[in-house]
């Protein structure tokens, strides 16, 4: 059985409590990966590329991760 917790829901479908236990994540808009780490060399390298490249990066965006992983791979170099 699950806990129910504070809100009367479990935790795994409550998504207050998910939020809360989910670590903020960051990515830019076109990336495919997401970072725990904002200064992740990999994620730097990547938008150091798109430069290069003759792009332009998209901004750095920031979110919980249970929301950001639906659409979005792991970082393999700064997992937490
Ligand atoms: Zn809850
Ligand atoms: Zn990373």
């Given at each position: 059985m699950n806990k129910?917790?504070?809100h009367g829901l479990t935790e795994t479908t409550c998504s207050i409590c998910?939020?809360?236990?989910?670590?903020?994540?960051f990515f830019s808009a076109g990336g495919m990966r997401y970072h725990f780490d904002r200064?992740?060399?990999?994620?730097?390298?990547?938008?150091?590329?798109v430069v290069d490249g003759g792009g332009v990066n998209a901004p750095v965006e920031?979110?919980?991760?249970?929301?950001v992983k639906i659409d979005r791979d792991r970082c393999h170099n700064c997992r937490a």
């Open positions: 129910e917790c504070i998910k939020a809360k236990s989910s670590p903020t994540v200064n992740c060399r990999t994620f730097l390298e990547g938008r150091k590329k920031s979110g919980p991760e249970h929301l």
